[in-house]
Structures are given as C-alpha cells and as structure tokens.
C-alpha cells in the first residue's frame, strides 16, 4: 500500500469510485459504536452539468448533463457529505457516513483510509490497461 497523503477532497472521490458493498460495510462499521447519527439531506438524486478539457487546445466545454445522487449527515457532531455519479442511494449515504468518520478521526477511520488506496490502486490499474490497450494507436510522427 501507499503511504500518500489524503486530502479530503482525494477521499471522497476515491469514496466515490468505491463500489457499494464495500461502502456499505464500513458505514455499517462506523455506525456500530452508537454514536448519535443524523441525515441532514437524504440521498438525492439530480442531474449536474458536465464540464470537460478538450487536451490539445485546453478549451473546456459543456458535455452535457450527468445523473448524480448527493447525500449529507452528522456522525458523532460532525459532518459527512458525498456525490456519486449514477443513482445508488445507499452507497451514497454510505460515502457521507465514512466521510464524517475520517473527518472525526473516529475509530473506522484506517479502515476506510486503506479502502481508498485500494481504491486509488483499482484506478491507477484501470488507467494503466486503458492506456495499454489504446497505444498500438497511437501516431508519432517525425521531425524534420
């Protein structure tokens, strides 16, 4: 495993791409102390509007509209918040739920820092054989 520093911002995009089990089963970790737990926004469901870079010209555009569900609680006084894209309610809350444990530094707190390095090494690896797969493509041209 990695020893990167994650900022709060890296956790919950790396919370975002955890799969709902995984999730699930840490909330249901964090929740088990009896701390006092409060839903400040149930999981919604909305569409946000997605920007992206064109990569030669760096020009950002508007792609269109994405479906994205946003969830915010309180654990134990503090704060949770998480947006996942797609419409999984649970997993949303979940993400908000482990979001206020890390922000606490609660108990379950390594736990959900080692499932975003699980989760930061399941992209890297995705990204890698993306790119692998994509190179045969690729056109060099020469200099003159």
Known sequence: MTSEVLSRERITELLAAATEDELVALA????????????????????????????????????????????????????GWAMRLGDEKAATLA?????????????????????????????AASERAEWAQLEPTVVRFEEL
């Open 95 to 123: 993400a908000a739920i482990c979001d206020a444990e890390v922000q606490g530094g609660r108990g379950a707190e390594p736990s959900i820092r080692e499932l975003c390095e699980r989760v930061a090494q399941r992209l």
């Open 28 to 79: 249901d970790e964090c929740l088990s102390d009896g701390a006092e737990f409060t839903v400040l926004t149930a999981p919604e469901v909305g569409s946000i509007a997605a920007r992206v870079r064109e990569p030669i010209c760096h020009d950002h555009f508007f792609l269109g509209d994405v479906l994205a569900c946003r969830a915010e609680v309180t654990l134990a006084g503090v704060r």
